[in-house]
């Protein structure tokens, strides 16, 4: 039982640089949704998906792109890398006004 | 908009005893829920308990309960007979209206002690 699944785990990026996160869940899930967590900050969403094809921007999407080409597949993309970016990413997915369940989570540093 | 605030940044509790974490919650929605999930320190985020604002029963799932106060909008997490693996950070969290998204609180490091 995979559940969502989170690639890469870890990433070290310089500055400028640019990667993609990519999501994978195998609930069926009509949504999903990248959170970034932060010490002492909780979890912030940074965009979401309500079905195939859509994305919406959450409370922290500047310098985040997101792509929902497949309903099982959620890209989070950085095109320019900077260090306010370091963070651990995680990617959830649910039904509608159900619980999430979360990905194992990546951690990105940006020198 | 929506905001969860939970003021325990850590708790300490004896193995077998309970404890309660705290979570206050702010919406103008009259339908919303409210969720609280374990992150241990390997990392990952486990669903706990989930509480309907309609729902006239607080929720139970094992040990862990939520004792859900309205009027005072809280929604506080109880876990009874503490273990040693219940040492982790508890994240409250709310869904407002129809939106489907949760908005976390900051957590509150919980370390259950010998």
């Known amino acids: 039982n995979a559940g969502v699944t989170q690639t890469p785990k870890f990433r070290v990026l310089k500055t400028g640089q640019s990667m993609t996160l990519l999501c994978a869940q195998d609930m069926n899930h009509e949504y999903m949704y990248w959170y970034r967590q932060d010490p002492g900050m909780g979890l912030r969403l940074i965009h979401y998906s309500v079905g195939e094809g859509t994305t919406a921007k959450g409370e922290v999407p500047d310098g985040y792109n997101v792509s929902r080409l497949k309903k099982q597949n959620f890209l989070l993309g950085l095109e320019s890398a900077a260090p306010s970016q370091t963070s651990v990413y995680f990617c959830?997915?649910?039904?509608?006004?159900?619980?999430?369940?979360f990905g194992e989570g990546s951690r990105l540093t940006v020198l | 908009a929506q905001k969860i605030t939970q003021t325990q940044p850590g708790m300490f509790v004896q193995e077998k005893e309970a404890v309660t974490l705290d979570c206050t919650y702010d919406?103008?929605?009259?339908?919303?829920?409210l969720f609280w999930y374990k992150q241990p320190s390997s990392g990952e985020m486990i669903f706990l308990i989930y509480?309907?604002?309609?729902?006239?029963q607080n929720a139970t799932e094992g040990r862990y309960s939520l004792n859900f106060q309205k009027a005072r909008k809280s929604a506080n997490l109880v876990i009874s007979a503490s273990q040693l693996g219940d040492s982790a950070m508890y994240f409250c969290?709310?869904?407002?209206?129809?939106?489907?998204?949760?908005?976390f609180g900051t957590g509150t490091r919980l370390q259950v002690t010998l």
């Open positions: 969290a709310m869904r407002a209206g129809t939106a489907s998204k949760l908005t």
């Open positions: 919406t103008s929605d009259q339908s919303y829920g």
């Open positions: 959830a997915s649910s039904y509608p006004l159900l619980a999430l369940f």
């Open positions: 509480q309907g604002s309609y729902d006239e």
